[in-house]
């Protein structure tokens, strides 16, 4: 165990007993807090004081964040197992400064397809580019799974208010339920479909692909290419499922897939607000890379919310991450960032391939305030198990009318934290069931309003936290071979699910499942 450590678990030891709320003071809160533009983060309603900073931001340098960070941005191989560098900062690097894989600079590239894809998407949205009887499309189904959907579907449900271009809709499950629901529900002739997969093999993707074009093709027959699009690395693949070469987005093998919505895997989202809008939104990237690679570490917002996180983690031994936008419009961020976080960091060996000595990603889950208050606050309230919170709240809503119910959502969002941090007066009550232990642990990011532009501040935020975590557990945050053995187990059940092979020398409970389904239980 390094110096650092030992020196923070000691650390916690010894002041384990203080109370978060009487630490509390002006001078702490403005250290414990740090603004990017109207972005302000607030970690002083943690455990963690002015020693423990230290502490921490000393393993930050320990750990030569600021060195992975460069490298990241500067191309190198940080994905070692996969061999590949780490870019999807370049595909909101609006700037369009050089940056280099192998000795080639991929902003040409990157910025050509951005343009191919507002062009498309402008097409799509003035009819200019129609279906095939001529008459524009009213609706738009994106197929995709993991990062192929997560991101797309979170972004589009967080920018309604912006919405002016086609509707969207979004399959996902290899349940047969999810694409016959949103397809019985829409008019072939009306609708794009747009096939979105990275690798363009995954079964999920593939088959419901199949079944959207079966669809289209017994309405439109051999037009029915006029009515799809893909987005994918394997640009190859596509032909395959009759998408014309112009309607084919590709990306490099250096986006990961739950890095991707910066590029192609956005289109959903530009055809629903507009090129104009979705560059505000790379924008909004573009601005937290900056903020990332300029600010101190002691004022830099993914630095500070991994600090947090590591401490939480590794030495409160908190090792589930509870996420509340207080925001309707980003109701999928929780599902977003499991993705994020629990694929990049849920490893368990180091970049060397030696077995982890401490925890590393948490188990990430979350719901939208105030809703998540009426279920499972009981718990973080009351329970045995400690689960640190982090709130979202923007200062303005997009409803001025109901500014009421607005002001009541902040009001709901700053009480939860306090509520959590204080607990009750031990004086105010002698009955046990109803005493608030407190000293509870939250983090609240607070914006201005959801905009485009905000909204990729705060993707991008997420994204460099859970960078900068990887970089202090040293391990790649990139790869995700954790996924590979259940589909290749499925695909060695699916003959034994249909009858076709027999399920002998599967494990007794598998048989029996597989019996108990045959027989309908
Ligand atoms: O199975 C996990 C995963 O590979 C994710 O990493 C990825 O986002 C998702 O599947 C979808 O992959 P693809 O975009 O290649 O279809």
Known sequence: MSDIWKALADHHAATKSLRIADMMTPERVRKFSAWLDDMYLDISKTSIDDTAFDMLLELVRER???????????????????????????????????????????????????DRMGEFSTGIRSGTIAAADGQPFTDVVNIGIGGSDLGPVMTTLAL??????????????????DIHDNLAALDPA?????????SFTTIETMTNAAVAVDWLKAALGDSFGAHLAAVSSATGKTAAFGVPAERVFGFADWVGGRYSIWGPVGLP?????????????????????????????????????AMTGIWHINICNHCSRAIHPYDQHLRRLPSYLQQL?????????????NRLQRASGPVVWGQVG????HAFFQLLHQGSQIAPAEFLIAAEGHEPELKYQHDLLVANCLAQSKALMHGRDPAETDDPQREF?????????????LTPRT?????????????????????????????????????????????????????????ALLNALKTGG
Do not use: C
């Open 370 to 373: 105030s809703n998540g208050q």
């Open 64 to 114: 030569d964040v600021e060195g992975w960070r460069d490298a990241m941005f500067a191309g190198e191989k940080i994905n070692t197992t996969e061999n590949r560098a780490v870019l999807h900062t370049a595909l909101r690097n609006l700037s369009g400064g050089p940056v280099y894989v192998d000795g080639q600079n991929v902003m040409p590239g990157v910025l050509e397809t951005l």
């Open 160 to 177: 309604a208010p912006y919405h002016d271009g086609p509707r969207t809709h979004f399959v996902s499950n290899i349940d047969g339920a």
């Open 341 to 353: 976080d629990m694929e990049s960091n849920g490893k368990g060996v180091d970049r060397n391939g």
């Open 437 to 449: 232990p407190g000293n509870r642990p939250s983090v609240t990011l607070a914006y201005r309003k």
């Open 455 to 511: 909204l990729g501040r705060i993707i991008a935020l997420y994204e460099h936290r859970v960078f900068v975590e990887g970089v202090i557990w040293n391990i790649n945050s990139f790869d995700q071979f954790g996924v590979e053995l259940g589909k290749i187990l499925a695909l060695d059940m699916l003959p034994r699910v249909q009858g076709t092979e027999s399920a002998e020398g599967k494990d007794a409970s598998t048989v």
């Open 190 to 198: 009306r609708t794009l479909v747009i096939i979105a997969s990275k």
């Open 269 to 305: 989202l530009m055809l629903a607000i507009g090129p104009e809008r979705f560059r505000e939104f790379l924008l909004g990237g573009e601005d937290m890379d900056r903020h990332f690679r300029t600010a101190p570490p002691e004022k830099n917002l993914p630095v500070l919310l």
